[in-house]
């Protein structure tokens, strides 16, 4: 602790006594603590591919090598609404110093995906107005997931958004969007295609993560975990 440093396991600072390179990536994921939403799939289209770094909310999206708008694909318009509204993390700027920075406060995947909603054109604040977070189960290991209950007034819309570990919220799902926004059964050959981009993305060395949501006619009293299913991935 006098040199800032805390260790849970005292066997670890025997292997790092013998160690004589530590190789890692340059995202600053163990630096920095900060992550970046790079690539999203979606059915039945193309991968697409986030543009910048960071905490920074200028970025493209790209597919096929064309600029595209989220907000004009129902699909990925449903999925960048959840990555903005289902969760704390939060965004802001530091004016404490003469050079104001942008700094982040909460878990670093749920930053990375407000940074990728306000670059889709979606930034918190406003969003924060428009729907209404009734209700929050926040993440826990043995879930495997968190999950936010929502609802937007002008609209008088009800929504269970989640967000967590693919395998996991793809057997918690019934359903799936395809290409226009349509909810559709999730067959085999669904899952099969999930399964692929999940492979193909983790050998690129990326964390995946998978967003879905559920509609409700009305007010739910709680999140009852066992009873997070019939999901729309």
């Known amino acids: 602790s006098d040199r800032k440093a805390i260790i849970r396991s005292f066997p670890v600072t025997e ?41 920074s909310m200028e970025g493209d999206f790209i597919q096929q090598d064309k600029v595209i708008t989220p907000l004009d694909h129902p699909a990925m318009s449903q999925l960048i609404h959840i990555a903005g509204l289902a969760h704390n993390g939060r965004v802001y700027e530091d004016m404490t110093d003469e050079i104001h920075q942008l700094k982040s406060m909460g878990d670093p995947t749920e930053v990375a995906l407000g940074v990728m909603a306000a670059k ?5 604040e406003p969003l924060d107005t428009e729907w209404k977070r009734i209700l929050d189960l ?33 057997s918690m799902s019934t359903y ?53 299913k019939n999901l729309v991935f």
């Open 15 to 55: 292997s790092l006594a013998v160690m004589d390179t530590i190789i890692t990536d340059k995202t600053g994921t163990l630096t920095e603590n900060k992550m970046t939403a790079q690539k999203i799939w979606v059915l039945d289209q193309d991968m697409i591919s986030v543009m910048g770094q960071g905490l």
């Open 120 to 124: 889709g054109g979606l930034k918190k």
């Open 138 to 170: 926040p993440f826990r290991s043995e879930n495997k997931y968190r999950a936010s209950y929502v609802h937007n007034k002008d609209n008088d819309i009800y929504q269970l958004m989640v967000i967590g570990a693919s395998e996991k919220v793809l």
């Open 176 to 228: 799936i969007l395809n290409a226009s926004g349509k909810s559709i059964h999730l067959t085999e050959e669904h899952m099969n295609k999930v399964s692929e981009a999940v492979v193909m993305l983790s050998r690129q060395a990326m964390r995946v993560i998978a967003l879905a949501y559920q509609e409700y006619k009305s007010s739910l009293a709680t999140i009852d975990p066992q009873g997070v």
